[in-house]
C-alpha cells in the first residue's frame, strides 16, 4: 500500500469514528487535526455522510437553516427519509415550528432572570466548594459538577432542589442512549425515561393547581395565539429537553475545564490573580471542553461546502470538538489553552438559529463557579485517572479526581 494509500485510509477511518462512542472515550486531537488537515469535507464512505471539521464549514451550515436542515434528524442514529410530522425535539426542529418553540421557552432565559439567579448561584456554587476537602482528592464530578446545575435548573423549574439526585439518574440513561430509537433503547433507559416523564407530569399538573414563579409554572400557563395551552406531549418535549441539555454543557465544560487547569497550573494562576480574567477564562473552557461533540444537519437542495458538491439528502456531520481547535479560526495557538484568548469565536453552543437557548444559564453558571473558585483555592492538581465517557454525542466525563489547595 503506498502512502497515499495509508493517508486516504487513515482519513476514512477517523471519519467513520466520529459517530464511535468507544472514539470518543479519549482525547483525539491529533486524529481530528488529520481530518481537518487532509479532508476537511470529506464523504465517508463507511456510513455515507459528509464529515465537516473546519470552523469556516461548520459555521457555514449552522448559518443556512433553510439549505441545511434539522427535521431529518440532528444524530446519526435517528436521521429518517420522511420527518415526523411534529419534531421529537427542539433540536429536530425548522422554522416556523422551531421559532415559535424558542419564542415559549425564550423567557425561562430572559436575562431579567439570570440576573435574579446570580446572588443564589454564589451561594450554592460556595457550599459545594466550602464542602471540598483541602489537599485530599476529590472527585470533581460527583463533588460539584453533577450537583450543581441539576440543583439550579430544579430551582429554576420552581421543582425541590433536592430531585437533583433523581434527574442525575434520569439524564446520565437519557445521555447514554441517545441516539437511539425508543425501541433500541435498553430496558433499563426506557424504565429511566418512564420514571422521569411520570415525574414531570405530576410536576405540571401540581403546578396547576398551585402555580408558582418557576419554569413549570411559566410553561404551563402559556397560551398559544389561539388560546390553546400546550399539550402534555408539548409540556414534555419542552421540560425534558431543558433538563437533559441544560445539565450537560455546564457539567462536563466545568469539569474538562478543571481537568485542563490542573494540567495547566500558570493559567489557574493567571484567573487566581486576575478577576478580569474570569469572563474570557469562561469562553475558553467552553471552548476547549466543548461539551456537544457532534449535531447533524441534512440539505434539501444540491448545494456546496467550500467548494466541494454536496447532493440533496448526503447528511453532512458538524464536528464541534475539531471545528473549536481550528488554526485557521483560532491561529497558531488554537492547541493550547489560554484563559486570555481574544478573540474567542468558538462554537461550543453552535450558531444560528439552533444556537443554544441555555447559553445565559451555562455561561453564568461556569463564570460564577470559577469565580467563587478562585477566591477559595490557589492551585488545582491532578490526582488520579480521568474517566470519559463514551459518546459521540456529548464529551463527558463519569470521574476526574482533583486536589486543590490554599
Known amino acids: 500500500m503506498t502512502g497515499t494509500d495509508i493517508g486516504v485510509a487513515e482519513l476514512e477511518s477517523v471519519a467513520a469514528s466520529l459517530i464511535d462512542d468507544q472514539f470518543w472515550a479519549t482525547d483525539r486531537t491529533d486524529e481530528l487535526a488529520l481530518l481537518r488537515h487532509g479532508s476537511p469535507v470529506h464523504w465517508c464512505e463507511t456510513h455515507g455522510y459528509w464529515a465537516l471539521t473546519r470552523h469556516a464549514d461548520v459555521l457555514a451550515v449552522s448559518k443556512d437553516n433553510e439549505t441545511f436542515v434539522s427535521r431529518f434528524g440532528v444524530l446519526y442514529g435517528l436521521l429518517t427519509d420522511t420527518p415526523p410530522e411534529v419534531p421529537g425535539s427542539l433540536l ?81 440513561s437519557a445521555v447514554a442512549s441517545g441516539g437511539r430509537r425508543d425501541a433500541d433503547k435498553s430496558p433499563e433507559a426506557q424504565r429511566h425515561l418512564a420514571e422521569m416523564y411520570a415525574y414531570l407530569r405530576d410536576a405540571y399538573a401540581e403546578k396547576r393547581a398551585t402555580p408558582d414563579d418557576g419554569v413549570v409554572s411559566m410553561l404551563v400557563a402559556h397560551r398559544e395565539p389561539d388560546g390553546r395551552a400546550l399539550s402534555d406531549a408539548e409540556l414534555m418535549l419542552f421540560l425534558a429537553q431543558l433538563f437533559i441539555a441544560g445539565n450537560e454543557t455546564t457539567r462536563n465544560s466545568l469539569t474538562g475545564g478543571l481537568v485542563t487547569f490542573s494540567e495547566n497550573p500558570d493559567q489557574w494562576a493567571r484567573v487566581v490573580a486576575n478577576p478580569a480574567a474570569v469572563a474570557p477564562a469562561t469562553e475558553e473552557v467552553l471552548r476547549w471542553s466543548t461539551a456537544v461533540i457532534n449535531f447533524f444537519r441534512v440539505p434539501v437542495v444540491d448545494t456546496a461546502i467550500a467548494g466541494v458538491p454536496i447532493v440533496a439528502g448526503q447528511p453532512v456531520c458538524m464536528n464541534y470538538t475539531s471545528a473549536n481547535r481550528d488554526e485557521l479560526e483560532f491561529g497558531p495557538t488554537a492547541n493550547s489553552f489560554d484563559v486570555l484568548r481574544d478573540p474567542n469565536h468558538h462554537l461550543a453552543f453552535g450558531f444560528g438559529a439552533h444556537f443554544c437557548l441555555g447559553a445565559a444559564l451555562a455561561r453564568l453558571e461556569i463564570r460564577v463557579l470559577l469565580d467563587e473558585l478562585r477566591t477559595r483555592f490557589t492551585t488545582i492538581e491532578p490526582a488520579g485517572e480521568v474517566v470519559r465517557t463514551a459518546s459521540h454525542l456529548i464529551a463527558g466525563f463519569s470521574s476526574a479526581p482533583l486536589v486543590f489547595g490554599r
Do not use: C, N
Open 92 to 172: 429536530s426542529a425548522d422554522p416556523p415550528m422551531h421559532t415559535h418553540y424558542r419564542k415559549i421557552l425564550q423567557p425561562a432565559f430572559a436575562p431579567s432572570r439570570m440576573r435574579a439567579l446570580e446572588a443564589r448561584l454564589r451561594v450554592l456554587a460556595g457550599e459545594l466548594l466550602d464542602s471540598l476537602p483541602v489537599g485530599e482528592p476529590v472527585d470533581w464530578v460527583a463533588a460539584v459538577a453533577v450537583p450543581f446545575p441539576l440543583i439550579v435548573l430544579a430551582e429554576l423549574m420552581g421543582l425541590p432542589p433536592e430531585s437533583w439526585r433523581e434527574f442525575h439518574v434520569w439524564v446520565d
